[in-house]
């Protein structure tokens, strides 16, 4: 059987312990370290995070009235569109993700330190739920279309009227004052 011949931290010498079948190492060394099965999905990201657009998301694609928005605009729609979803979807179950779960013993009597309790203690289970945070999700993906949408705009009244390329779509944004609602906008 055939020695693992990693180096040791100590001293530099090689490893004299038989190597794991199938491998140049011993277990000690990595020889028998499990490896993930072909095709798992670990490291996938899903849902809201997703970087990928779904089936249905590649025919709103082309369907997003935006303009002549850049794809910035269209990607932070879908990640919106994508929150908004998971957000309905967790208010129509609990909406609770689960996120701690810990078993504490809770002895029955008070024991000074050393001594052995009269009666064990008897295990109880505390579980704590929270909510997920849709609302910051969705808060920072509106200010991000915000701030594209006027950066567009910005970069709209920028450009020299005597050019003749193309022109661009008109953006209109419309701020009203909630304090004075007959004002004109």
């Given at each position: 059987m055939a020695l693992c011949g990693a180096k040791k931290r100590s001293n530099g010498e090689p490893c004299k312990r038989h190597a794991v079948p199938g491998s140049?190492?011993?277990?000690?060394h990595g020889g028998a370290a499990t490896k993930a099965n072909k095709g798992n999905q670990h490291a996938r990201?899903?849902?809201i995070y997703s970087d990928t657009l779904?089936?249905?998301e590649?025919?709103?694609?082309?369907?997003?009235?935006?303009g002549t928005l850049d794809d910035?605009?269209?990607i932070a729609k879908l990640q919106l569109r994508r929150a908004l979803m998971a957000q309905a979807k967790a208010e129509a179950g609990d909406g609770l993700v689960l996120d701690m779960e810990s078993i504490h013993t809770q002895a029955t009597d008070p024991v000074e330190e050393g001594q052995e309790p009269k009666e064990?203690?008897?295990?109880?289970?505390t579980t704590q739920r929270r909510r997920q945070g849709y609302e910051d999700?969705?808060?920072?993906?509106l200010g991000?279309?915000?701030?594209l949408e006027s950066k567009r705009a910005d970069m709209i009244k920028k450009l020299d009227p005597e050019d003749d390329g193309p022109l661009p779509q008109r953006i209109e944004v419309v701020v009203t004052d909630a304090r004075h609602p007959n004002a004109e906008p």
């Amino acid at each position: 059987m055939a020695l693992c011949g990693a180096k040791k931290r100590s001293n530099g010498e090689p490893c004299k312990r038989h190597a794991v079948p199938g491998s140049s190492r011993c277990k000690l060394h990595g020889g028998a370290a499990t490896k993930a099965n072909k095709g798992n999905q670990h490291a996938r990201k899903h849902g809201i995070y997703s970087d990928t657009l779904t089936a249905d998301e590649h025919g709103l694609w082309d369907d997003i009235g935006i303009g002549t928005l850049d794809d910035d605009i269209k990607i932070a729609k879908l990640q919106l569109r994508r929150a908004l979803m998971a957000q309905a979807k967790a208010e129509a179950g609990d909406g609770l993700v689960l996120d701690m779960e810990s078993i504490h013993t809770q002895a029955t009597d008070p024991v000074e330190e050393g001594q052995e309790p009269k009666e064990p203690g008897r295990p109880s289970m505390t579980t704590q739920r929270r909510r997920q945070g849709y609302e910051d999700i969705i808060n920072r993906l509106l200010g991000r279309i915000g701030d594209l949408e006027s950066k567009r705009a910005d970069m709209i009244k920028k450009l020299d009227p005597e050019d003749d390329g193309p022109l661009p779509q008109r953006i209109e944004v419309v701020v009203t004052d909630a304090r004075h609602p007959n004002a004109e906008p």
